[in-house]
């Protein structure tokens, strides 16, 4: 990440993650067990290499932060996601399913806008934020399991929750 403070009203923020997570090996002998906790069979999971799910491989942001007065601010913020692979049942990679890559999610970018105003007293303080996310109104998928649906470990199978459009919050605090 970094920070880059162009004058004393203008600051750049940044940051990349690059990740290539991947399970490292296969497990076997691996007990099912019902909901009385008794072991009613063993597989083997073939998940050796594949990409681990539920969170993006790669993740890149920025963002401009003006402060218009003394204590004042306006933060426009992008973040994009990208080599997003949905979690999985381990369950369902055994016999011809093993081995199989879980559903990349499409990849997607959210932009929010942030502005607050800090007014301080001797001893305390009021703080005024206002906040719009996903300002774009972008369509995206936040999460996502492979086979919720099937067996296809794609899209037509996969169950999923959709991002939110835009979503605005106000927030009043009180610093003593």
Do not use: C
């Amino acid at each position: 990440d970094f920070v880059y403070r162009a004058s004393k009203k203008f600051k750049l923020t940044g940051m990349v993650s690059l990740g290539d997570w991947r399970w490292e090996n296969n497990v076997e002998n691996v007990d099912i067990i019902d909901e009385n906790q008794n072991v009613i069979g063993t597989v083997d999971l073939f998940i050796k290499d594949l990409h681990v799910g539920d969170a993006a491989q790669s993740t890149y942001a920025a963002s401009l932060r003006y402060e218009f007065v003394k204590n004042g601010y306006v933060k426009l913020k992008y973040t994009y996601f990208d080599r997003y692979y949905s979690n999985f049942d381990p369950f369902s990679l055994t016999g011809a399913n093993g081995g199989t890559e879980s559903w990349r999610i499409p990849s997607y970018g959210l932009m929010s806008l942030h502005a607050g105003y800090r007014l301080q007293f001797e001893k305390s303080a009021l703080q005024f934020r206002a906040n719009a996310f996903n300002l774009l109104n972008s369509f995206y998928i936040s999460d996502a399991r492979t086979n919720q649906f099937g067996t296809a470990f794609d899209a037509n199978s996969a169950g999923v929750f959709v991002g939110q459009g835009i979503t605005f919050n106000l927030s009043l605090g009180f610093q003593f």
